[in-house]
Nanobody, 123 residues
Framework: QVQLVESGGGTVQAGGSLRLSCAVFGYAYTSYAMAWFRQAPGKEREGVALLQSDGRTNYADSVKGRFAISQDNAKNTLYLQMDSLKREDSAMYYC?????????????????WGPGTQVTVSS
């Protein structure tokens, strides 16, 4: 059974940093595209960072230069390092796994999802 479990969310002041983790169970995730999404109240789910199976990355324009996606194969864990956080980054953050080697930041392409971890950025 495939399970994705996020952690690392919390409340941080604007300008601060957080690192989100996504532990992956029951899935050879390094063979597939993985991504982080976020959803704020009243807004659609937004893709923020993508890690293709070949190691290439892609980011939403709103987070380029501030967020970094990475993985630790030994720990079966995906990460999202978030720096220079802004109030508009506040949202529930989700880890997602696709069923293909390559994907885009389109939610419909992802087969497995974690329950999410809340990030709140205060001024």
């Amino acid at each position: 059974q495939v399970q994705l479990v996020e952690s690392g969310g919390g409340t941080v002041q604007a300008g601060g940093s957080l690192r989100l983790s996504c532990a992956v169970f029951g899935y050879a995730y390094t063979s597939y595209a993985m991504a982080w999404f976020r959803q704020a109240p009243g807004k659609e789910r937004e893709g923020v960072a993508l890690l293709q199976s070949d190691g290439r990355t892609n980011y939403a324009d709103s987070v380029k230069g501030r967020f970094a996606i990475s993985q630790d194969n030994a720990k079966n864990t995906l990460y999202l390092q978030m720096d220079s956080l802004k109030r508009e980054d506040s949202a529930m953050y989700y880890c997602a796994a696709s069923a293909g080697y390559y994907a885009s930041l389109w939610a419909d392409e992802y087969k497995y999802w974690g329950p999410g971890t809340q990030v709140t950025v205060s001024s």
